[in-house]
């Protein structure tokens, strides 16, 4: 989610800062590019009122005053928490685009948007804002980008590239690693010119950097950006253009040194690495030339089993599972369903899914039993009966290889297995696992490259963080359209930051996964518990302060007002206290809590 108006490097490093340990609450804010003046004027477009408050030179501080305002005070006698702001630096907008592929940097529309930091006396999170997301208006700047360079674009397997739409906004799927693109000359050229800006300022103003995200959700792309993130149809993902196979047969040469290597692996017969082509074809729908052309959402080894279940207080439950009467320990439980809550909110929570990875790699050829069990305190009862068809390369018929356990039915609780459909065959393919190895490693490659430029500003390591999706916390998200996990990890670059919707952000499934991970120092770019129970918000408020988040921006409070105009369904994230949807009043209620510790 992301606010659609918003949002050659000679600097001198300066020593790292030491911040207080409170935890800075940062909202990302619509509307920074307008002003009182404006407003007064009785301008009510947005780009309009951005050129006039610029030739004015008044920026949207006192409005942003007076909003943050509402929350309490600034800081709080217990030094838990802060009050701040996100300062979006949309980068796209600053850039004049010829047709020819040359681009000129608005070196003045970027000081405009750091005097709102000088003139404001706050601390702020900086979020250096250039991911799929378009923020020009009409999306001029990323039309002219896409019909450049079409190398700038990722590619699904039939060479189209997946722009969407999202809210208000167009979608691009810019190329990810991929340097010399146009996309990616222009985002440099620009960060380093709002960074140079950032580290001339004097010494008080920078102390209001708490911490720097780069660039914004990176991940790989997929047809309807909206609703695609799950396991519905067949299995379109990126990348597959012409650099992107280059560099995956470059991967596997410089993994497997000779073609033999990989042939021996693979049990393949390919003649060379150029004749290998990512997987893109399932092989229960489509003539494949050979085996290793199959993807699917198994062929990379692991099974997603994914449902819902909630106890009869609406809390989430333990959930068993048995594959062919053995016992394989538990799935993960308590993970993020917003489908589930929106449409039940008697449940009171969305941490009510659970998945299960079966791996197929371990199994033989053969149907196999899975089975999904509720474990209440010991007691066992049944809530799904699975037959998984594990096939080999020929497609041979399989025998049935496991047997089912005979507990009794679940009848007490609310439950729903959500995927695979019984008797679905899968097969695992060894390409398909080193494609999503290759395009997990990009993704991590990309973000290192643009923090590494930040970190070697005044920045420094120490306040630079990624500003990253993190489908691992919901239950229904497919993990390999994405491929963000390794960039989820403890690195040398930079912080982590993720981002928490729903049971994401309140979860037990986040806590343990940062305790797991050894992550103590954290920020969240993007947060809404879209949750009706302020408690709950309070609660993981104060958790995540004592896990040591650095900064949290719940998305998101607004400065326009309502004569201009507002996407609605977009606005039902809007924090205020009046507005219901998502329960984004119990979020605010729940920060001016916090705030009045």
């Known amino acids: 989610m992301k606010l659609h108006n918003m949002p050659l490097l000679a600097v001198t490093l300066i020593p790292s800062l030491v911040f207080a340990s409170d935890t800075l609450i940062s909202p990302m804010v619509g509307g920074l590019d307008i002003c009182q003046s404006a407003i007064i004027k009785g301008i009510t477009n947005s780009y309009d009122a951005e050129t006039y408050c610029r030739s004015i030179n008044e920026t949207s501080s006192s409005l942003l005053e007076k909003k943050l305002f509402e929350f309490g005070n600034k800081k709080i006698p217990s030094d838990k928490f802060q009050i701040g702001y996100t300062l979006g630096f949309p980068i796209l907008s600053y850039v004049d685009m010829k047709s020819d592929g040359s681009f000129t940097i608005n070196k ?14 706050r601390d702020a999170v900086v979020y250096l804002f250039s991911n799929h997301f378009s923020v020009t208006n ?24 997946p722009i969407d739409g999202y809210f208000s906004s167009k979608t691009y799927p810019w ?44 991940h790989y792309s997929y047809p309807d950006f909206f609703n695609g993130m799950g396991y519905k149809g067949i299995m379109q993902l990126t990348d597959y253009s012409p650099d992107s196979v280059a560099k995956f047969q470059d991967y596997l040469q410089s993994k497997y040194h000779n073609i033999e290597e990989l042939n021996k692996s693979f049990n393949s017969d390919f003649p060379s690495f150029k004749d290998i082509y990512p997987p893109a074809k399932n092989i229960n729908t489509d003539k494949l030339t050979n085996f290793f052309q199959h993807i699917d959402y198994a062929s990379s080894g692991e099974l997603a089993i994914y449902g819902w279940a909630a106890g009869k207080d609406g809390s989430p439950v333990k959930v068993k599972v048995f594959i062919d009467g ?3 320990g538990y ?10 809550y929106q449409s039940m909110p008697s449940i009171r929570r969305a941490s009510v899914g659970y998945r299960y990875y079966l791996d197929i790699k371990k199994l033989s050829h053969g149907i196999h039993t899975v089975d999904i069990v509720h474990d209440d305190n010991g007691k066992y009862t049944l809530m799904k009966h699975l037959e998984v068809p594990v096939m080999d390369r020929t497609q041979s018929a399989p025998e049935t290889v496991g047997k089912a356990v005979t507990f009794p039915q679940e009848k007490d609780i609310l439950f729903w297995n959500d995927y ?30 643009y923090a590494n430029i930040v970190s070697s500003s005044c920045i420094n390591k120490n306040r630079t963080f990624s500003h990253q999706i993190a489908p691992m916390f919901n239950g229904d998200w497919n993990q390999e359209k994405t491929a963000v996990s390794d960039s989820l990890k403890k690195n040398d670059a930079c912080y ?32 809404h518990p879209m949750v009706e129970s302020q408690k709950i918000i309070s609660e993981a408020l104060e958790k995540h302060h004592e896990m040591g988040a650095v900064f949290i921006s719940p998305y998101y409070i607004e400065l326009k007002p309502e004569n201009f105009g507002d996407d609605k369904e977009h606005g039902k994230f809007k924090i205020a206290p009046n507005n219901t949807q998502y329960y984004s009043s119990a979020t605010y209620n729940a920060i001016k809590e916090a705030m009045a510790k």
């Not at 799935?331 to 589930?340: F, H, Q, S, T």
Request: with cysteine.
């Open 326 to 328: 053995t016992d394989a």
């Open 175 to 218: 190329a990810i690693n991929s340097d010399g693109t146009l996309i990616d000359k222009v985002r440099k050229a620009t960060i380093k010119e709002i960074l140079a800006q950032l580290c001339s300022m004097d010494e008080t103003d920078k102390k209001k950097i708490r911490a720097v995200t780069v660039l914004g959700e990176v």
């Open 138 to 161: 009409h999306a001029e700047t990323e039309e002219k980008i896409a019909d450049i360079d079409k190398s700038s674009l990722m590619q699904l397997s039939d060479g189209k590239s």
């Open 108 to 121: 003045d529309k970027i000081k405009f948007r750091i005097k709102l930091l000088k003139d404001t006396n």
């Open 420 to 449: 695979p459909e019984s008797l679905k065959p899968v097969y695992y393919n060894p390409l398909s696992e080193e494609f999503y190895k290759f395009r997990k490693m990009n993704v991590t490659k990309e973000i290192t490259e």
């Open 331 to 340: 799935a993960e439980y308590g993970l993020n369903r917003l489908d589930v």
């Open 496 to 527: 982590i930051g993720f981002n928490t919707y729903g049971a994401a952000f309140y979860g037990d499934v986040t806590f343990k996964w940062l305790k797991d991970s050894g992550i103590t120092r954290y920020g969240i770019p993007e947060a």
